[in-house]
Every structure is written in C-alpha cells, then in structure tokens.
C-alpha cells in the first residue's frame, strides 16, 4: 500500500463509520475509511429490522424512552437514551433528505413496524425487509465528490499511541504486510463480535478487532457480558457462520413461536407474548429447546398467506424458499443466535473515549443507550446520531503527522494464535458462554481459552484468531463476575436480578489480562 496519512481516519464501513467519515469531509478534515473488506461488508447491509423513531400520533418521546430503558434492565444511561429519543426524528429525515426511501402507507406517511419491546408503531423500514441495505447505499452514494479516501482490503491491528497520551495512527494489515496509518484522529466503528460464535446473523468480519485494539492500548471495555442473541435465525443444520435472519417483525405481524411439539413458547412469559425483549425469548426459546431435546423452534406464520409474505418480507421469503422451506405452507425452523453487542469501548454519544483523538462508534461502542439489553431497531438510528455528532468533533491539531516508513518494533516479535483456533473459540463459546451460562461452564472457558498455544507470524487468520481469543477472555470473565441475570446475561445459578449489580462491568488489560475494575455504580444509570 503507498505510504497514506489523513486528519481522520474511520475504521469501518458500516451506517456509523460512514456518518462519521461524511460529517468529517462536510467541515474540512481530510478523511480516509478504512474497511477489511469492501464498503458492502458491513452489519449494516445486512439489517432487516429499521430504524427506531418517534413518529407515529399515538407515540411519544417518553413512551420510547420508557421502552429502551425497560428493555436495557436497569443499565441504560438515561440522559444518552433521552438524547437518542429526541434526536432520532431528525437524523432520519437527514436521511431522507439524503435520498434514503421508506416504505409509506396509502396516506404518504412512512408505515410504521411493530417490534419487539416496543408499545407503539415506531420501526420504518425500507423495502419491507432492507432497511439496512438502503440505509448503507444511501450513505456510500454520499462518498462521491467528498474527497474521501476509502482503503478496502485493510485491516487494524493495533492504535498508535503516542507520547503525550493521543491517538496519532493504526498500524494496519494491507496485502499480508504490516503498515503504520498515521492519523490526527482515529475513529473505530468496526462493528461487533458475532462471529465469536458459530451461529451468527453477522458478516465474518465481525471477530472483535476494534475491541481488542483498544484493550491492547489500554482502554475501558464497557459490559462486554451482554451479547444479544436474536430469537429468530434460520435453522440451516450443519451450517456454520452467518445464517440469514427472520427478522422480528415478522413477529410483529402476528407470526408465533411453538416449540417442536406445537406448543405456545411464550404464551404465559411476558405480557407482550411473542413481541417480549429478545433476552426474555431467546431464553425462553433456549429453555424449550432443552425441555424437547431439540436444537432449534418453530416461528409459525403461515397465516399470512402468499401476497403478505410477496409484499411485506420478500426477502425473507426468497431466502427460506433457497433453502427449501416455504413460510407460507410450513412453520419456519429457528434458533437462536448471536446477534448484536450492547457492550464495547466506553464512549459518550460523540464517540468520545479516554484517550485524546481517539472516538469511538456504532456497535463497537458502548454508550449506555442499549443498557444490558437492546431495544429492537435502536442500533441503526444510535449509529446515524453518533455517527455524525462524532464526525463534527473530530479534530485536526497543528504539527506533522508521524512518518510511516517503520512499523513499531513489538509488533514484528508478537506472538500470534494459529489461524484454526477460531474455530476453538466458537466452540467453546457456543458451549460455555452462549444464552445460559454458570460459573461451572465460565471457568472452563476461561481454561481452556488461556491453553491456547500461540505461534510466530502475523497475517490475517492468525490476527483473527488472537483478536478472538481475546474478545472472549474478556466476555467470560465479565460474565462470571457478575453473579445475577440481568437483559442478556443470563445465569442458570443466580438466576435472579441482584440489585448491587445495577452498574457497569469495566475491564481493562492488566499485566496482559482482562481484568473487571468497576467498583461503584453511576448515578446516570436508570
């Protein structure tokens, strides 16, 4: 790669990195986006589900807000949720104004979704089933005349930090050779850790890289425990990897879960039956599964009929008929599966981090809005607000960019996980810290992840796999601390909310080992 430098340089390609890398151009700071793969390979292409905003005559500003912060169970910053919740209107018809289009009913007005966790019609969605897709085009058509650099092909390894403390580049993996980026800001939005698991709804790419860089330069991980699992992943047996998603509001239109004898999975769990927060169905989902012996659930919505499914989820529909399932005439196998991180690099919902320059957004971010569980379609809107508010603050100091010539002389004698213990990650991930987890099943996870031998060389599937191994050490020791269930972590022994957990699990790498340091609750969480 010829030697490259920039004010702002985003890593990740997705509606936040985008955002952030557009507003950037918008006030005259030389941008570049960095991305491991193409500008497609994103969670955000891939999102069914919408965007969250108040919109709807019987809806309020308060009912969403009394909705996310039910659903993030007692750990959502509510000042972040409020600021979210008010500001969620704006930036969609920014995006609208941007040329993004949604779907409207007969009166003109966007047709709202029902979704999960949620009490009133908020969702907009694209092209019934696309939302993300239309979101992610949107934006990348924006990138044309800005001036924007885009680096595909290049993937993070570590931040650069420098003497005074700031952020001043990443070195960066780029056609199997290790490179410096300088940069006078850096901003992660590299998404989430699906892929740590074997059952996915996200994109290969997501395997922690943001997470682990930063633990690597010594910031806070924020509520790395709290991985959703989303209740409705296309069962495809023997497959590994991504699986297409059935996306919630095919429940929202009255579609239901039965187990494999035919049974109401959630008739009695929860006042909003089939349309309960996703931690309390993909238990409950986990739980019938282990009550019939039986690796999947059925999501029934044969009633609907061939033009509904044509019209509203087409997408879904051609994507089971690939595989040999037709919605309309047979309930649909799922399962759950992991799906969106409500964890991450403590940020403010500018994407301000600890270390000067440094800004952090999206998924890979933790900014207290998701709380211990997210609310269903909050991610995308949260993903436009700071994306763009991190944008605007990014800044550009005086004085020469540090030379690119070398490659910090640590990173040459590193030592590196072979590329094929990702596959013992998932493994033990799927095993051990999946919806229901003990300390039982936490230390031997954490055993046998520390018995990973490493080896010399780095390229990409060795990074991947240290990258992974890390993330999960992380996620599992977070985990056996916090002693309750509570949103998405779940344990079979405390199973009860503990009200001296209402706070927030802070990790950070000490003596090269994820380490919990939260001591005390903060008062800005609800």
């Known amino acids: 790669m010829p030697e490259h430098q920039c004010d702002v340089l985003v890593v990740g390609s997705g509606a936040a990195g985008l955002s952030c890398a557009l507003a950037a151009a918008e006030i005259g700071r030389s941008v570049t986006i960095m991305t491991r793969e193409g500008i497609d390979d994103s969670s955000t292409d891939l999102a069914q589900g919408g965007l969250a905003a108040v919109w709807g005559k019987d809806d309020s500003f308060s009912l969403h807000l009394d909705d996310t912060l039910a659903a993030g169970a007692g750990l959502c910053h509510r000042d972040n949720v409020d600021d979210l919740v008010h500001h969620a209107p704006g930036a969609l018809r920014h995006l609208m104004g941007l040329g993004a289009h949604f779907d409207t009913g007969a009166d003109g007005e966007p047709d709202l979704h029902l979704e999960g966790g949620h009490h009133a019609r908020r969702v907009l969605h694209a092209e019934c089933d696309r939302s993300g897709h239309e979101v992610h085009q949107c934006l990348s058509a924006q990138l044309e005349g800005t001036g924007i650099t885009v680096l595909t092909g290049t993937r993070l390894i570590d931040l650069i930090i420098g003497p005074n403390g700031d952020v001043c580049g990443v070195t960066a993996l780029s056609d199997g050779n290790a490179v410096m980026i300088p940069a006078r800001c850096v901003v992660l939005a590299t998404g989430g850790i699906g892929a740590l698991w074997s059952t996915t709804s996200n994109p290969s790419v997501c395997t922690g890289d943001g997470m682990a860089a930063a633990l690597r330069a010594g910031l806070t991980i924020r509520n790395p425990e709290f991985m959703q699992f989303h209740p409705t992943v296309l069962f495809l047996p023997g497959n590994e990897g991504r699986s297409p998603l059935i996306s919630e509001a095919v429940r929202g239109e009255g579609a239901v879960l039965l187990d494999v004898n035919g049974r109401r999975i959630m008739t009695g769990v929860h006042p909003l039956a089939d349309l309960a927060p996703r931690d309390i169905v993909s238990a409950a989902e986990h739980e019938a599964m282990i009550a019939t012996g039986s690796d999947h659930v059925l999501l029934d919505a044969t009633g609907f009929g061939e033009d509904m499914w044509r019209h509203r989820f087409p997408t879904i529909l051609t994507s089971c008929r690939e595989h040999g399932i ?201």
Do not use: K
């Open 326 to 526: 037709d919605p309309c005439t047979e309930p649909i196998p799922v399962a759950p599966g992991a799906h969106y991180h409500c964890g991450g690099i403590a940020a403010g919902m500018d994407g301000r981090t600890s270390v000067p320059g440094l800004l952090t957004v999206g998924e890979a971010a933790c900014t207290g809005v998701h709380g211990a569980n997210r609310l269903a379609s909050n991610s995308l809107t949260e993903a436009l607000i700071a994306g763009e508010r991190s944008g605007r603050r990014s800044t550009s100091p005086t004085g020469p960019l540090s030379p690119t010539s070398h490659v910090p002389e640590q990173l040459r004698h590193r030592r590196w996980l072979p590329g094929e213990h990702l596959e013992s990650v998932q493994a033990i991930m799927d095993r051990d810290v999946f919806i229901s987890r003990n300390a039982t099943g936490l230390q031997r996870a954490l055993r046998d992840l520390h018995r990973m031998t490493p080896t010399e060389g780095l390229e990409d599937a060795t990074l991947t796999a240290t990258n992974a191994a890390l993330v999960a050490t992380t996620l599992a020791i977070a985990a056996l601390w916090r002693t309750e269930s509570r949103g998405a972590h779940r344990r079979s022994d405390h199973p009860g909310q503990n009200p001296s957990f209402q706070l927030h699990t802070d990790l950070r790498l000490v003596g090269g080992r994820p380490t919990v340091i939260t001591r005390s609750q903060e008062r800005s969480i609800a």
